[in-house]
């Protein structure tokens, strides 16, 4: 049965990708399809290697792709691109030397390819997105609030939202839900109706570059509806992988 | 205590005028704006200044937003080429039209105001750009009224006066994978009733009738009553043409309508 496999967080993080791209060569699935939930590049010496190797897979490798992320984002604000050309939440995060450096790492020509990138994907009954619909920023974990979860997910009338903001693995499910609701208007009396929802899940990605040694992802059924997480160890950090 | 609250009066200020004698009239303790002062309208300097002088807490609205930081919002605001036209006239004639007080004013408006366990926003807690319907799905609705903190939000923006109550709500979250830390837990059953109202236009209502709108709430009892005041429209209308203000705005107020304007998709969000 094929699988989705859907990455996010690797933050020009070469030796990273690298590892997830041989691991999935590993998987006893057939992969159909790979996605990149944005932060593919961040203040990392390698992201121009990085970026020019996703976009030119090796020969029988799949064609990643690819949509915005929180990162992407700071790029479009130092660049003179974006919605915060003080870049003060990058400023924020990391402070002067980690603008210097995601200044250093990406180059203005691979920000100009970063523009045409989509804000995320959408496939049979699936959100594929960095955030959420809301935006880059949104960092949704198994810590938000129930009603803001189901508020991501109808936002976009999908079924199952994964997301990569966070950097964790995580599968939620909301099985069932219900709200009673009465409106009264100027010229109708009140009606009341009672509204359901059932079967949504939120995927947690995981982060492929975050951790040093140690890359997640996650491999998704869109037949079976079947998720699992991969973790890769890598480099001089540890040996081995497998699922967790 | 008795709060009445107004939205939207749209640089009318005969419909302003006119609700504020009907509140004279109904022991009100204390009124709230949520904002959207100027646009669409021909006074939007002596609607402000009546607010200011009243002293009256308000929210900033979108036309408000829109002549503090200029025009930016997507082009999907507009259904049509020809209601991006008009739009845009008005927002250049009031941009020209307020002075610079008036602007600072409008630029030191809070997004949110909260009183107990009231909130008061133009749209939503998210956004003065988005319209919360009285068919918003009832999950975002109560999503809304919950990241406010609050039990009931006033709101804005639709020009179309409700009481919406949100109750016997339950959601379960279950963490699937082993790996998954154990979610928070569901919001149920809600502690409280939770309530939208919202508070419909003072100067530009679409309820299909040219009457000012607002809302009375009664802290104690927690009614909500919705008021509709009639008055002379036609001066407004009568200085909407006068000024050079696109003419479709005095036909539709005349009509209490939002005829050809109307978006196809009210409840997409404005990327800024």
């Given at each position: ?26 998987v ?48 479009f ?7 915060d ?58 810590e ?8 991501r997910?109808l936002r ?22 219900a ?23 939120i ?17 998704y ?24 | ?39 669409y ?37 507009y259904?049509?080429?020809?209601a ?33 366990n ?50 016997n ?104």
């Amino acid at each position: 049965m094929t699988h989705w496999a859907i990455l996010s967080g690797i933050n020009g993080n070469l030796s990273a990708y690298e590892a997830v791209l041989a691991d999935l060569k590993r998987v006893r699935y057939q992969v159909e399809a790979l996605y990149i939930l944005g932060d593919l590049v961040g203040p990392h010496p390698h992201c121009e290697t990085l970026v020019h190797r996703v976009r030119q897979p090796h020969r029988g490798e799949l064609e990643p792709q690819v949509c915005l992320g929180w990162w992407e984002e700071q790029c479009f604000n130092l660049h003179g691109m974006g919605s915060d050309p003080e870049a003060t939440e990058l400023l924020k995060q990391a402070g002067p030397d980690g603008v210097e450096q995601l200044w250093k790492s990406v180059s203005r020509q691979t920000v100009q390819w970063l523009r045409s990138l989509d804000f995320g994907f959408f496939e049979f009954d699936c959100l594929l997105i960095h955030g959420s619909t809301v935006g880059c920023h949104d960092v949704l974990t198994p810590e938000t609030p129930p009603m803001q979860l189901l508020d991501r997910l109808l936002r976009a009338d999908a079924n199952t939202l994964f997301c990569g903001r966070s950097g964790l693995t995580f599968h939620l499910q909301i099985p069932a839900g219900a709200v009673t609701s009465t409106v009264t208007t100027l010229d109708a009396p009140a009606q009341t109706m009672t509204q359901t929802v059932s079967d949504r899940q939120i995927v947690g990605v995981g982060s492929v570059g975050k951790e040093p040694g140690k890359a997640t992802y996650t491999l998704y059924s869109p037949y079976t509806n079947a998720v699992s997480f991969r973790t890769v160890r890598y480099g001089n950090q540890g040996k081995g992988f497998g699922a967790i | 205590m008795n709060i009445a609250v107004l939205s939207c009066i749209h640089s009318n200020l005969a419909a302003l005028e006119a609700v504020l004698r009907d509140i004279d009239q109904q022991s009100v303790d204390q009124i709230y704006c949520l904002g959207d002062l100027v646009g669409y309208g021909p006074y939007p300097n002596e609607v402000v200044a009546r607010i200011r002088e009243l002293d009256i807490p308000t929210c900033q609205g979108c036309w408000d937003e829109d002549i503090v930081d200029g025009l930016n919002a997507c082009d999907c605001s507009y259904p049509s080429l020809l209601a991006e036209t008009r739009g845009h006239l008005a927002h250049e004639w009031t941009n020209r039209e307020v002075t610079p007080e008036t602007r600072a004013y409008l630029a030191s408006l809070p997004l949110t105001l909260q009183q107990d366990n009231l909130c008061f926003v133009h749209g939503s807690p998210h956004s003065q750009h988005e319209y919360l319907l009285p068919d918003t799905s009832a999950f975002i609705a109560l999503e809304r009224v919950l990241a406010t903190g609050a039990d009931t939000l006033f709101c804005g923006h639709t020009h179309v006066p409700y009481v919406r109550n949100l109750e016997n709500s339950h959601l379960t979250l279950t963490a699937v994978h082993p790996a998954t830390p154990s979610p928070s837990h569901s919001p149920t059953p809600l502690s409280s009733l939770k309530r939208i109202i919202n508070a419909g236009s003072v100067g530009e209502p679409r309820h299909g009738r040219p009457h000012a709108t607002y809302v009375i709430y009664d802290t104690d009892s927690q009614q909500a009553q919705l008021r509709e005041v009639e008055y002379d429209y036609t001066q407004t209308c009568a200085a909407i043409r006068e000024k050079g203000l696109p003419a479709i705005f005095a036909w539709r107020l005349s009509q209490g309508l939002e005829y050809a304007e109307k978006a196809d998709d009210p409840t997409h969000v404005c990327e800024r």
